[in-house]
């Protein structure tokens, strides 16, 4: 997994829990890495998964819960960094149905080792859109929390359903986006 996401993540847990978890979670962690990541390094997901689960741990707040809030903010994030892929598109809709055939494959040219997750998408309703998120990591509520994230950007009404796919394992979901009025 790109350093992006860990510098993120570890941004994330520093504004909302302070600076001494962050470093609780990371020696507590025994991490590969040491905690120490650059943002185009590549590491083991598992260490995300480590982290998450120790803050879990520590804050008493659902694993699924953190994940999903890490990725409502991790969309910010790529906002601020990747202006580039929100031009022209105003709607939710239309910039979460780029994500497979457009953003992540331009995501793979700028970082060839990146493991990204891949998106069906069913478009056949008129304004609505049905995305099957599958990956063989298991983050499932990052995609949540990006989905999230970018329906709060557009500042639309769109009602959102999330349906597992993955008996609990969070590898797989269905996400149903019915934009209302
Ligand atoms: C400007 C928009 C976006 C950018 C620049 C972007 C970029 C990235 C990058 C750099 C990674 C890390 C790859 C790795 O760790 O090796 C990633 C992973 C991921 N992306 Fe995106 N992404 C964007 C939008 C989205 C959206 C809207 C979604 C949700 C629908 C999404 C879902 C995910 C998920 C869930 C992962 C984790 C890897 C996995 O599940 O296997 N991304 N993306």
């Keep these: 997994m790109k350093g992006i ?15 001494e978890m962050v470093d609780k979670i990371i020696d507590d962690a025994a991490l590969p890495s040491d905690g120490v990541y650059t943002a185009i390094g590549t590491y083991d997901h598992q260490e995300l998964l480590s982290l998450v689960a120790l803050l879990s741990e520590y804050t008493q707040l659902p694993i699924p819960q953190l994940v999903e809030k890490f990725g409502h903010q991790l969309f910010g994030q790529f906002l601020a960094g990747y202006p580039g892929f929100f031009s022209g598109i ?11 055939n457009y953003i992540h494959v331009e995501v793979l040219k ?9 998106f069906e998408y069913d478009r056949s309703i ?40 993955s008996f609990g394992k969070g590898t797989a979901m269905k996400f149903t986006l019915v934009k209302q009025g």
């Design 5 to 19: 996401v860990f510098t993120e993540f570890l941004e994330m847990v520093e504004a909302k829990f302070g600076d």
């Design 90 to 100: 105003n709607s939710a809709l239309d910039f979460l149905a780029n994500v497979e």
């Design 126 to 165: 008129p304004g609505a859109l049905v995305i099957v998120y599958r990956s063989t990591r298991p983050f499932a509520s990052l995609a949540l929390g990006l989905i999230k994230g970018c329906i709060e950007h557009f500042g639309e009404e769109i009602e959102l359903e999330a349906e597992d796919l």
């Design 110 to 118: 700028l970082y060839p080792d990146a493991e990204l997750p891949t």
